[in-house]
């Protein structure tokens, strides 16, 4: 009997088991992307930062503008994300046991690790942000 549940189930478990590869190659592209697109925008500002920290800027204040940036394009992310789950909530009701279409641990999870794991990736842009040299800066144009 053991054997015709497992044969029954085979389907549906290759289904979840191909979207879960899918949704963690995803997460790693995603950090993969932010990361490159926030090194690219922080090197094209590297005069702007300069000037701030020569203002007066502290690192900390220029750490807090780039992952501000980054937090806002997340928050756009996030929100285009649970509208695209929120459209295929019919689709994965079929694919999974015990779970209800709108089931709102799911839909605040989810989001919510998407975010942290984008303002993590936005550190290490940041941090080199945070440590650029006026000098240096202003003397390379």
């Known amino acids: ?4 549940v497992d044969a029954s189930l085979a389907p549906q478990r290759f289904q979840l088991i191909l979207i879960g590869a899918f949704a ?3 997460i790693l592209l995603a950090v993969a992307g932010v990361y490159g697109v926030m090194s ?3 090197g094209r500002r590297t005069r702007e930062i300069g000037i701030r920290m020569a203002m007066g800027a502290t690192p900390a204040r220029v750490m807090r503008l780039v992952t501000g940036e980054t937090a806002a394009l997340a928050l756009i992310a996030v929100i ?5 789950a ?3 909530t019919r689709y994965i009701k079929t694919l999974l046991y015990g779970v209800t279409e709108l089931d709102p641990t799911t839909f605040a999870a989810a989001p919510a690790l ?3 794991i984008v303002l993590g990736a936005s550190l290490g842009p940041a941090s080199r942000a945070s440590q650029v040299d006026p000098l240096v800066a202003l003397r390379e144009e």
């Open 1 to 4: 009997m053991d054997e015709r």
């Open 24 to 26: 963690a190659i995803a």
């Open 40 to 42: 690219y925008l922080v």
């Open 80 to 84: 285009a994300g649970l509208g695209g």
């Open 86 to 88: 929120w459209g295929l």
């Open 114 to 116: 998407l975010a942290l």
